[in-house]
Nanobody, 116 residues
Framework: QVQLVESGGGPVQPGGSLRLSCAAS????????MSWYRQSPGKQREFVAT????????NYAESVKGRFAISRDNARNRVFLQMNSLKPDDTAVYYC?????????WGQGTQVTVSS
């Protein structure tokens, strides 16, 4: 069964850090571009970061450049999003996404809340 399962979200104070994890099953993350998106209440889902297959490149939304870093662990078949210098505007549900042979695949999301 192909699926993505996110974890690592939670409450954090402004300026803090979190590391999100996306565990993939049923396919190898090394062979596909993997992305993170986020959605805040009342807003459309927006792109955050992507990492392409092997050899890889990364790309980020302007709003997170220099603060977030996407990475991949092929041995563990996981993708990570390291989030530093978090701001209240980063509050959202974060989703892992890829497109594989069966189509578009989304995880269930993990909530990140940045608040003092």
């Amino acid at each position: 069964q192909v699926q993505l399962v996110e974890s690592g979200g939670g409450p954090v104070q402004p300026g803090g850090s979190l590391r999100l994890s996306c565990a993939a099953s049923g396919f190898a993350v090394s062979g596909y571009s993997m992305s993170w998106y986020r959605q805040s209440p009342g807003k459309q889902r927006e792109f955050v970061a992507t990492i392409t297959g092997t050899p890889f490149t990364t790309n980020y939304a302007e709003s997170v450049k220099g603060r977030f870093a996407i990475s991949r662990d092929n041995a563990r078949n996981r993708v990570f999003l390291q989030m530093n210098s978090l701001k209240p505007d980063d509050t959202a549900v974060y989703y892992c996404h890829t497109s594989i042979w069966s189509g578009s695949l989304w995880g269930q999301g993990t909530q990140v809340t940045v608040s003092s």
